[in-house]
């Protein structure tokens, strides 16, 4: 299901658009186009494939899902999967987020997950200046976004899981304890396999060689792979 699809002019918003408008405005100087497509619709990835020329192999992943969490690249583009991870009626759920990224285009396909990304689109319409890098900003703005999101869902766990510790201290409900120690170590597991990869796929968004959708943007994508290395570190020592 499209959620919006809209063209950006020198870090602005331009306009909302129909999909099948899109090759027109990736053919003006100093614009791109952001979608975002909610669930996975053969129909409208094949349509948004034909609008933004997008890898067929990184098409096949995102219509497939259930993917581990990468970033690559594919010529001058750039497909990043990444888990998403939020509670609902107190148990950990997982969705994903598929990104492209081209020079001038940035398309998500969020499945899975309730909360979505209008706040990262409002964060960028606000700093118009680094939104004319383009597609880059974007990717980072998303990337951010997610996993600042991974730390209240671990830091509750670490709360349960020393919640779990002093019961078990205490004696009390033996079997009971031992089965929410196992569903409280599973979650860790979830939220490790959600961080480890992408830690490794980040590494290629900043340093020496960067990707030309991520150009100048070095500095932006280091400080989530920060962000990520904090929360490893925690994961570990939990």
Same mark, same amino acid.
């Given at each position: 299901?499209?959620?919006s +699809?809209?063209?950006?002019?020198?870090?602005?918003?331009?306009?909302?658009?129909?999909?099948?408008q899109?090759h027109?405005?990736?053919?003006?100087p100093?614009?791109?186009?952001?979608?975002?497509?909610?669930e996975?619709?053969?129909?409208?990835?094949?349509?948004m494939?034909?609008?933004?020329?997008?890898?067929?192999?990184a098409?096949?992943d995102?219509?497939?899902?259930?993917?581990?969490?990468k970033?690559?690249?594919y010529?001058?583009?750039?497909?990043?999967?990444?888990?998403l991870?939020?509670r609902?009626d107190?148990?950990? +759920?997982q969705?994903?987020?598929?990104?492209?990224?081209?020079r001038?285009y &940035?398309?998500?396909?969020?499945?899975?997950?309730?909360?979505g990304?209008r706040?990262?689109?409002?964060? +960028?319409?606000r700093?118009?200046?680094?939104l004319?890098?383009?597609?880059?900003?974007v990717?980072?703005?998303?990337?951010?976004?997610?996993?600042?999101?991974?730390f209240?869902?671990?830091?509750?766990?670490e709360?349960?899981?020393e919640?779990?510790?002093?019961?078990?201290f205490?004696?009390?409900?033996?079997?009971?304890n031992?089965?929410d120690?196992?569903?409280?170590?599973?979650?860790?597991m979830?939220?490790?396999?959600?961080?480890?990869?992408?830690?490794?796929? &980040?590494?290629?968004?900043y340093?020496?060689?960067?990707?030309?959708v991520?150009?100048?943007?070095?500095?932006?994508?280091r400080?989530?792979?920060e962000?990520l290395?904090?929360?490893s570190?925690?994961?570990e020592? &939990?």
């Amino acid at each position: 299901m499209l959620i919006s +699809c809209v063209a950006y002019q020198d870090g602005k918003r331009s306009a909302e658009i129909e999909p099948q408008q899109i090759h027109h405005y990736l053919a003006m100087p100093g614009c791109f186009v952001w979608v975002a497509l909610l669930e996975r619709d053969p129909q409208v990835l094949e349509q948004m494939q034909e609008e933004f020329d997008l890898h067929p192999l990184a098409v096949e992943d995102a219509r497939h899902g259930h993917q581990r969490p990468k970033v690559h690249e594919y010529g001058d583009s750039i497909f990043a999967v990444m888990h998403l991870l939020e509670r609902r009626d107190g148990v950990l +759920c997982q969705g994903e987020i598929d990104v492209f990224a081209g020079r001038n285009y &940035i398309l998500t396909i969020r499945t899975g997950a309730e909360q979505g990304f209008r706040e990262v689109r409002a964060r +960028c319409e606000r700093e118009p200046e680094l939104l004319k890098n383009g597609s880059g900003y974007v990717l980072y703005a998303l990337m951010d976004a997610v996993v600042d999101r991974y730390f209240p869902v671990l830091d509750t766990v670490e709360t349960e899981l020393e919640a779990v510790e002093e019961r078990i201290f205490a004696d009390t409900s033996a079997r009971e304890n031992v089965q929410d120690l196992y569903s409280q170590k599973q979650e860790l597991m979830t939220i490790r396999h959600a961080v480890t990869p992408l830690q490794d796929g &980040i590494k290629a968004l900043y340093g020496a060689r960067v990707p030309m959708v991520c150009g100048g943007m070095s500095d932006y994508f280091r400080d989530v792979a920060e962000h990520l290395e904090r929360l490893s570190h925690t994961i570990e020592s &939990i």
